[in-house]
């Protein structure tokens, strides 16, 4: 499989407060030195707790954020030196779905308006030949044609969301950034917008970058799987692999945290509760980001910084004790 | 796809006619508006008011006479009260076309001027609201969208003219342009020119609308639909146009009546001080002014179009927040600094 996009030392960094707050100004590192190649056809999951910057750096992907540091290769194009003007045309690749749909879909247009963007951006069309594909593309999600006419406040959760991913998928792009798709959404539709997307990947052959806090969800979904904490990915490998056998202590808690629907293998297997918040990712701990919370933390955590290698000879972890 | 069933849609209600529909429900709007629509509809018919009335609306008729009863009256009566010196207007005949709120000061039909004043103010009063909302508009969409210099830039140039009272703003720049008039570049004004009132009215309110504007397009560009149409690929003339305008209409049409009851108050203000429209155009402003001198003997004079300035900033004022309940409910927008 080829490298489809290719993210390497990606950093963001905001600027917190002003000279003139209390605190002065304050750095916060909401993405901190990720590495991460997506292979055409498949699809990442990027999973972690809330605040860890997994949603920032999808966004960084698609250059809605600026990044600090880095280059973002796409495609064999070069992404992160090119203005947002000369990025345009090449959006029409790489495309975006947001978490929450009534809020990214303009509620003063019709969603045949909404769908139809993307495609006067990009295609030369026609008013007529637009027309055609929006119906075309609304019957791909699973909605009627003439649900054209309406607005975005007349549907459902769902159907919204679907409406989010016709307008991604209406000019044929290669790669899709899911940034929390269903998590806006009820569990019986969650569901159904999975497999909807599953079914479309498969059709248009995409690749999907899917993140997620929900590890069931991403099980579901991906082929391979992002662990973030803080800023920075702890672990990376295929998604049996890392479900079979964790090797960071992060993400055995995170899959340990996983509702397991079978009552006997619920009793047996153990609950590993992490105690203490994350910390603040303005003033990050030293040596692991993750020592103050790990079960098995030692003295090397505190002081030194690991990177991520290959464990198992099969997912990376960045941990010095990998279990 | 099948045409037919395309065809057959009933294209459902958008934000804009579910606006509509719930103030066409509005009682007060409803009666506001047509209120507001009878006196500019009266006003418009000036010309042929005058014109059936044969009375003078613009020049001076000291020495007329006319018929009431039978019996021929002087417009001008000679005082009976004090010294003896001096006139009196006729008072109200409450006869149409017949000095119907008696004369002013000149011996002009009152109610023939009211009129055409009216024709004035709501000019002027339209025509700077335009004029403001447009400039208005212009500002808060660059320094919202853009942001950084732009931003401060016109964000500075606001906070000056803000820094300057209304009135009083407006009150100078008419004593130091009633004089000679405006020459900017190819724009040139003459000093007895209704666009010199519209000109300054319009300039004095664009912080008013300007700054909330720039603020919900601020907002707007943070938006996750803005978001969205960045990462679609669409260019920042199309983003304002087809995203961030259509959002910021809704608070541009609240503030049209608003503005509009604003700028006719101001408009009478400059008018009354004798330096908004110049005699011998009529405005109720100046109505007013002319009343004032016989506001013990002939109080129609003044009462007629005060009367006429409380009812229509009335009526536009709760037009303005039918608009807005009709259009977004939650919206709290207001005017001033707030």
């Keep these: 499989m080829t490298v489809l996009y290719e993210a390497k030392n990606v950093s963001k960094r905001f600027t917190v407060g002003s000279r003139f707050s209390a605190t002065g100004k304050l750095t916060l590192n909401a993405v901190d030195n990720v590495s991460l190649s997506i292979k055409a056809g498949e699809t990442l999951g990027l999973v972690g707790e809330s605040g860890c910057g997994k949603s920032t750096l999808g966004r960084c992907m698609t250059r809605l954020y600026e990044i600090s540091h880095g280059t973002l290769v796409f495609d064999g194009d070069d992404i992160s030196q090119k203005s947002l003007r000369q990025l345009r045309p090449l959006r029409a690749k790489l495309q975006m779905v947001f978490q929450d749909p009534s809020a990214s879909l303009n509620p003063r247009r019709r969603v045949g308006d909404l769908i139809g963007e993307p495609l006067r951006i990009h295609a030369k069309m026609n008013h007529r030949e637009i027309a055609d594909r929006v119906s075309e593309l609304l019957t791909l999600v699973g909605l009627s044609p003439d649900h054209a006419t309406r607005f975005q406040h007349e549907f459902s959760g769902g159907q919204r969301q679907r409406i989010g991913i016709a307008r991604a998928i209406a000019v044929n792009p290669k790669l899709i950034v899911l940034d929390e798709p269903v998590s806006a959404l009820d569990v019986s539709v969650q569901a159904q917008i999975v497999n909807l997307l599953a079914d479309l990947q498969e059709k248009l052959n995409l690749t999907y970058v899917f993140i997620a806090h929900d590890l069931s969800v991403v099980r579901q979904v991906s082929t391979r799987i992002a662990v973030m904490y803080l800023g920075s990915i702890v672990e990376i490998g295929n998604i049996e692999d890392i479900f079979a056998k964790p090797a960071h202590p992060y993400t055995q808690a995170l899959i340990s945290a996983v509702p397991e629907p079978d009552i006997k293998k619920a009793g047996m297997r153990s609950r590993i509760i992490l105690t203490g918040d994350v910390p603040s990712p303005v003033n990050p701990p030293s040596g692991c980001r993750f020592h103050p919370r790990c079960p098995i933390a030692q003295d090397r955590c505190r002081m030194e910084r690991p990177v991520l290698r290959v464990h198992n000879s099969k997912q990376q972890a960045a941990c010095h004790f990998p279990l | ?246 959002n910021v209409a809704t608070t541009l049409i609240v503030f049209i009546p608003l503005m509009m009851a604003l700028n006719m108050l101001t408009e009478s203000a400059l008018s009354f001080l004798s330096i908004g429209v110049q005699a011998p155009d009529a405005s109720w402003g100046t109505i007013i002014q002319d009343g004032q001198g016989l506001l013990y003997s002939r109080p129609m004079v003044a009462l007629a179009p005060g009367l006429a300035i409380v009812l229509s900033v009335l009526a536009l004022n709760v037009l303005g927040d039918g608009l807005r309940d009709a259009l977004d409910p939650r919206s709290k927008i207001k005017l001033g600094r707030g």
């Design chain 2, 1 to 246: 796809m099948s045409e037919v069933v395309l065809n057959t849609v009933i294209k459902s209600r958008g934000p804009w006619a579910t606006a509509m529909r719930r103030l066409w429900r509005d009682r007060a709007a409803m009666a506001a508006l047509t209120c507001f629509l009878i006196i500019l509809c009266m006003c418009l018919l000036a010309p042929v008011y005058a014109g059936w009335s044969h009375a003078e609306p613009f020049k001076s008729t000291l020495d007329a006479t006319i018929q009431i009863n039978g019996q021929t009256v002087n417009v001008m009566e000679q005082s009976t009260e004090g010294l003896g010196l001096g006139y009196n207007p006729i008072g109200p005949t409450w006869q149409l076309g017949n000095y119907f709120l008696g004369a002013d000061n000149q011996g002009r039909d009152v109610m023939s001027r009211l009129l055409y004043g009216g024709l004035n103010s709501f000019l002027i009063a339209g025509a700077a609201t335009v004029l403001t909302l447009f400039f208005a508009t212009l500002i808060g969409l660059a320094a919202g969208f853009f942001g950084g210099v732009v931003d401060a830039v016109l964000s500075r140039v606001l906070d000056i003219l803000w820094a300057f009272p209304v009135y009083l703003l407006a009150i100078s720049l008419s004593i130091v342009l009633i004089a000679h008039g405006i020459e900017i570049g190819p724009i040139t004004i003459e000093s007895g020119s209704l666009w010199l009132p519209i000109f300054i009215i319009g300039i004095v309110y664009i912080p008013y609308v300007a700054r909330p504007v720039r603020g919900q397009v601020m907002s707007l560009r943070q938006s996750e639909f803005v978001m969205a149409a960045i990462g679609l690929g669409a260019s920042n003339s199309r983003i304002l146009l087809r995203d961030i305008l259509p």
